[in-house]
């Protein structure tokens, strides 16, 4: 039947490094391609199927699909993502008589989500922003100490305070901190993170420097800026011009590109590694929470008075306003907590996103718990465990992806976020993917259907 209207939606996966976006859409596109209401409901009926499911062509680089299934199908876990990914499709639903839905999801690298800090056209901003993280959290304080310093002392010139920045940026990366911006000390613009090959020992004074000596606080090495706090910018006024013109050329080349793809976004999904955050320590939170203020400050800065009113009257049906209408906050990996804790995932994800949740301007939000490829069973409710194909042994020696599944020790989830942890004082082990050999099955999930079907309820057509 000819369809009249189009439910077309672009749609951004956001998060920090390693939080589950590219196994996320690598189900959910297995899920719509092979469509199976028995293991991923549609709309408000088990009857309700997906049909006539239609790759599209996309103007950037394309969501490599069947490459990440195949990695899964084979019990890995896709490889790292380094660029930023499209896909677009086109279905109908049984359950809609008129209209056929047309998704494009963004997939952006985590790593340069720590550029939202530079949302701000202002140098300045992106200086004092980021300095105040620094001062706020003690790791960051305790590693960029140093840096500070430097930039305080009136003997310094702008090869030392790069030199003494790139020093605290290869220090963060190899804390696994999130927040290193400019992006592409971490992640260049090759698509590569930096290398330790090469170097002896690994002491982490030499590992930092090694790092420090082959990675640019910039584009390029002649193109490198640091931040400086107003006290220096005072002391060194032609470096801090000349920064905050290397500043506006990064933001131009870089992260621009990416904000517009982010900006053009009608929804998003926005994951949360409750597990991992958990099991790193109290820093991560800070982290998270930081940037994911910043982007939604970002990319919701409040509705100008028009389209506030036009939202009121949400009238008429067919019209879609600009900007996010929707977000959708999923703690990803539940499968790596136990099955009796959801209601405490759930909770902290609550309590995690509530803050920014309150200052987003008609937006419609939603709180999921999902584990896009449920890779753990419960054996047993009453017990702390699972079994599933954990990647290290008791005595943490690793394990083949091919070994059989075992059954291993969960920590319980707190109710609330405690006032302060410490990195591993929660354990939630790592395990390979379950994923069904039959190679048009798609994988176990759980609240990969709720986020879908949040997303595609709205009421503005094309
Ligand atoms: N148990 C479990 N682990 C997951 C799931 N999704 C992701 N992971 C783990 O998280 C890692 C990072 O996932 P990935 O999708 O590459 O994260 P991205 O960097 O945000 O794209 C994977 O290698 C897995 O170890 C899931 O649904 N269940
Ligand atoms: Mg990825």
């Known amino acids: 039947m000819l369809k009249l209207t189009k439910y077309k939606r672009r749609i951004g996966i956001v998060a920090l490094a390693d939080s589950g976006k590219t196994v996320f859409l690598t189900s959910l596109i297995n899920h719509l391609i092979a469509h199976d209401p028995e293991m991923f409901q549609v709309g408000d009926s088990r009857k309700n199927t997906i049909r006539k499911f239609k790759t599209l062509p996309v103007g950037g680089e394309e969501f490599k699909y069947h490459k990440f299934r195949d990695y899964l199908a084979n019990g890995k876990w896709p490889e790292k993502t380094k660029d930023r990914y499209q896909y677009r499709c086109e279905f109908e639903r049984t359950d809609w008589a008129f209209s056929n839905a047309d998704l494009h999801f963004y997939d952006f690298p985590g790593e340069r989500l720590a550029d939202v800090l530079m949302s701000s056209p202002r140098y300045e901003d992106w200086c004092d922003t980021l300095l105040e993280h620094f001062d706020n959290d003690s790791e960051y304080r305790e590693i960029t100490e140093t840096f500070v310093k430097t930039i305080h002392d009136r003997s310094s010139d702008e090869s030392i305070i790069l030199a003494a920045y790139r020093k605290a940026l290869a220090k963060l990366t190899l804390n696994f901190k999130p927040l290193i911006s400019p992006s592409t000390f971490l992640l260049d613009t090759q698509g590569q993170y930096p290398s330790l090959e090469g170097v002896v020992g690994n002491d982490p004074e030499i590992l930092s420097d090694f790092i420090a000596e082959r990675r640019a606080s910039g584009l390029t090495f002649d193109e490198q800026f640091a931040p400086l706090s107003k006290r220096a910018r005072q002391s060194f006024p032609d470096l801090a011009k000349r920064f905050a013109k290397r500043y506006s050329e990064y933001r131009r080349i870089l992260v ?74 999923v703690a990803s990996k539940a499968d790596l907590t136990h099955p009796s804790d959801t209601d405490k995932l759930l909770l902290l994800l609550s309590s995690m996103v509530r803050r920014v949740e309150a200052d987003l301007d008609g937006v419609e939000t939603l709180q999921v718990a999902c584990s896009a490829v449920k890779s753990t069973e419960c054996p047993d409710l009453s017990q702390h465990e699972l079994c599933g194909r954990a990647v290290h042994d008791e005595t943490g020696e690793f394990r083949d992806p091919d070994d059989p599944k075992m059954i291993y020790r969960v920590d319980p989830l707190p109710e609330r976020w405690p006032m302060s942890w410490s990195p591993n004082e929660f354990i939630f082990p790592s395990v390979y993917p379950l994923f069904p050999n039959r190679k048009d099955s798609p994988p176990e999930q759980y609240g990969l259907d709720t986020v879908f079907n949040f997303l595609m309820n709205e009421k503005f057509w094309e």
């Open 256 to 329: 621009d590109p990416l904000f517009q793809d982010l900006a053009s976004c009608h929804q998003l999904i926005v994951l949360v590694d409750v597990a991992r955050i958990l099991s790193s320590g109290v820093g991560a939170y800070d982290d998270c929470q930081q940037i994911l203020r910043q982007l939604m400050g970002f990319l919701n800065p409040g509705l100008s008075i028009f389209q506030k009113f036009y939202r009121a009257l949400s009238l008429p049906l067919n019209w879609r306003p600009g900007g996010v209408s929707r977000i959708c906050f």
